[in-house]
């Protein structure tokens, strides 16, 4: 399957993503320069602590109770689109809660996920099995983790994951 821009929103992939930090919505603008989409933010309802220590002590804590926090209304359904790229920071080796929210409130059956997170280095757990768990008659296709937003080489990460993937091929995939 090859994605497109067209009009129609099943001919075009869903984009979705909660970030922190700025770093995993800055790897969903690339995926939508690349390749078009829909892109949709999604936010807490209630904000994560800015400091450090407080931040990790909740994440873990959500983490292990596999709590899915409020959100705020989001722009797009997924309903109509065959293909959903889903992004989050790795926390704790899983994915943020707000996405696990996210993919819990919605039915994904039939469709293709295509996971991506940041991360700085720290543990990483099977992101992509994660997700499976929350989407089991899903399609979920190999994850991409990427240091922090990916700097100069998001780029050539993209192009090689969207072609391991078997989502685009290389001469459809617009230049960034």
């Given amino acids: 399957m090859t994605a497109s821009n067209g009009g129609n929103a099943s001919d075009r992939p869903l984009i979705v993503s909660y970030s922190y930090s700025g ?17 949709c933010e ?7 602590p800015t400091a450090f220590p407080e931040l990790i002590r909740q994440v873990k ?13 989001v722009s797009h359904s997924p309903r109509p ?4 790229f889903v992004g989050s920071p790795n926390w704790c080796g899983t994915i943020a809660p707000p996405l696990a929210s996210w993919l819990h ?7 293709i996920i295509l996971p991506f997170y940041s991360h700085c280095g720290g543990i990483c757990g099977d992101l992509r099995q994660d997700i499976a768990r929350l989407c089991p008659k899903a399609d979920v296709r190999e994850a991409l983790g990427v240091i ?29």
């Fill in 23 to 39: 770093s995993t919505h800055r790897i969903a603008q690339g995926i939508q320069a690349a390749i078009g989409g829909d892109w």
């Fill in 42 to 48: 999604i936010h807490p309802w209630q904000p994560y």
């Fill in 61 to 73: 804590r959500e983490a292990e109770t596999r709590y899915y926090p409020r959100l705020l209304p």
């Fill in 81 to 84: 689109y065959s293909m959903i």
């Fill in 105 to 111: 409130q919605n039915d994904l059956s039939g469709k």
């Fill in 148 to 176: 922090d937003d990916g700097g100069d080489s998001l780029r050539t990460l993209l192009r090689q994951w969207f072609v391991r993937t078997g989502i685009a091929d290389p001469r459809s995939i617009r230049a960034v």
